[in-house]
């Protein structure tokens, strides 16, 4: 981007990536714990023949540091407990960012003891199925590790937290079959506006489930079935039936799973929390076992290394991933000069394509923007369905300082350290903040509706992945699209046309109406997406 940049400033000064809170403690070499306290050579035999990870993790130790340096849970509790909270929040962001660029190296449990002398793979390895190789790891991996650092796939366009290119494809065999046709391919998708995400969707399930159990109180208190329409901020569910005995019939639920979560993140919408999301990628592509993904002193992927991040790691990663800027427009970076205006022209097709959007129904799925009353993120969640009742590793999280009495909250209307621009006459223009309405509450412009839809056959992946269907996607918010080539989960589509063209399914009418606009009605279009782009403001 050019055009009047010098008028504005970055208010942040750009210290985030090299400031080192004075709270953030060293790593200590006690803190990762080598098993058979040297690190170690790792040979095992299996039918294959001898392989080893040929890692002297001492030897290294003696010449390396760990890349990263870690925090703990109780130090962000502690900021918390004192009333610091704007202290707490700006702690875990500056952590959770050098978290998200961080090559890791073998000394902090970067990849993992993959098989045959290997640490990372682009491939899913079930067939290295013996002691301590991918297929025998602890959680069990469905891709990966394939990266050292978060932003080496997620970096496009040209800055952290974007999407992927086709290089940064995660190939995934989540059956441990080892069959290349029932493997399936993801693409790294942007991660501006997570925290949203989650913040809508955590009050639509409040909604869902507020109208089940009104159902269920009518019906008891009746003594006759009562049938409700479920609506959350304006979505239909479908309907739940609930009878006199308590108990409910879900199978007219639609586009969401019987207990009534929107899970928001990933394709098929199957994660409902950022911290989640964070757990497992650093899991599965980064080889980075978090305590709470393995437990305390397990080295449950076979590279020497244990407690690989810690759980104040995780919430710092969750915070910053959860404050990351809402996408914009070219039309609203023009406006404030972060680049060239827009021609008459430009404008006018932007203009158009938005009417031709809502008029051949792309809007019923992919509705433009949705509501949020209380626009302030907590990590853990207030809300019971948003954090873990246990760890995957089977921990008590309260046990170990995720207590939502001590939750870090920040709100999305005014908090987000990113694209805060000051100008020349001192006013500040939040353009990494969500927008509000009269009434204070947040606007958020994604162009989803959080729910899933079949897609239909053309789109079908070769397996069912989690249960939902092999075709079943969640609707993909198209904030930031005009800067996220390629498109779909695997990328197949190379243009926006390709992408609306491979509709199917519940969306095979709207592509029909597609498919019979003018070249000018289907070139407007196309502008009014690439009007939908992702910005960071460069670091100073």
Same mark, same amino acid.
């Given at each position: ?79 918390? *407990? @004192? ?6 929040? #700006?702690? &875990? %962001? !500056?952590? $959770? ?49 394939? *990266? @050292? ?6 970096? #496009?366009? &040209? %800055? !952290?937290? $974007? ?378």
């Amino acid at each position: 981007m050019n055009g009047n940049t010098s008028c504005f400033m970055n208010s942040r000064g750009g210290q985030r990536k090299r400031t080192r809170w004075s709270r953030v403690r060293s790593w200590q070499p006690g803190r990762l714990v080598m098993r058979a306290g040297i690190g170690v050579t790792v040979l095992l035999i299996s039918g294959l023949g001898a392989w080893a990870l040929v890692t002297d993790l001492d030897l290294i130790g003696e010449v390396h540091q760990p890349a990263f340096e870690h925090i703990t849970q109780a130090e962000l509790n502690d900021l918390v *407990a @004192q009333g610091r909270m704007s202290e707490a929040f #700006q702690v &875990a %962001f !500056d952590v $959770g960012d050098r978290l998200f660029e961080t090559s890791f190296n073998a000394l902090d449990g970067g990849g993992a003891n993959v098989g045959d002398g290997k640490r990372f793979t682009r491939v899913p390895r079930a067939d290295l199925d013996g002691p301590g190789q991918w297929a025998t790891h602890q959680p069990p991996r469905v891709t990966g590790p394939n *990266a @050292q650092s978060c932003n080496a796939c997620h970096n #496009q366009p &040209a %800055f !952290d937290d $974007g999407a992927g290119t086709i290089a940064s494809n995660n190939v995934r065999d989540p059956f441990h079959t080892g069959n290349v046709r029932s493997f399936i391919t993801r693409q790294a998708p942007h991660l501006f506006g997570i925290g949203a995400k989650q913040r809508l969707a955590e009050e639509m399930t409040e909604e869902l489930q507020s109208i089940r159990d009104r159902a269920i109180t009518e019906a008891m208190s009746s003594g006759l079935s009562v049938t409700k329409q479920l609506v959350a901020k304006g979505v239909e569910f479908g309907f739940i039936t609930a009878r006199p005995d308590g108990s409910v019939d879900t199978s007219a639920i639609e586009g969401v799973d019987a207990d009534l979560v929107i899970r928001p993140i990933e394709w098929k919408g199957i994660t409902a929390s950022v911290r989640a999301f964070v757990r497992g990628a650093a899991h599965n592509e980064l080889g980075m076992q978090g305590v709470e993904m393995a437990g305390p002193d397990v080295d449950g992927d076979g590279d020497g290394v244990v407690n690989e991040l810690t759980v104040g790691d995780i919430t710092a990663l969750a915070v910053y991933q959860a404050a990351q800027p809402r996408p914009t427009t070219r039309r609203e970076l023009a406006e404030l000069g972060l680049m060239p205006p827009l021609s008459p022209e430009e404008i006018a097709a932007i203009d158009r394509g938005a009417e031709v959007f809502d008029a051949i129904g792309c809007s019923t799925c992919h509705i433009p923007h949705l509501i949020i009353d209380n626009p302030v993120f907590s990590e853990p969640s207030q809300n019971p369905n948003y954090r873990d009742a246990v760890f995957p590793s089977g921990q008590d999280p309260i046990s170990a300082g995720v207590d939502p009495a001590l939750a870090i909250t920040f709100d999305l209307t005014r908090d987000q350290p990113d694209n805060r621009i000051e100008r020349d006459d001192g006013t500040i223009v939040r353009l990494g903040s969500f927008e509000t309405d009269e009434r204070g509450r947040a606007i958020i412009r994604l162009f989803s509706d959080l729910k899933r839809h079949d897609m239909g056959p053309g789109l079908a992946e070769p397996i069912d992945e989690v249960g939902t269907g092999a075709s079943v996607f969640m609707t993909t918010p198209l904030w930031g699209v005009g800067s996220t080539t390629p498109y779909l989960h695997d990328g197949r589509a190379t243009t926006l046309t390709e992408a609306i063209l491979e509709h199917g399914g519940e969306a095979a009418r709207a592509r029909g109406h597609f498919m019979t606009l003018s070249t000018a009605d289907k070139k407007a279009l196309i502008a009014f997406l690439n009007n939908l782009v992702l910005f960071k403001l460069p670091e100073e």
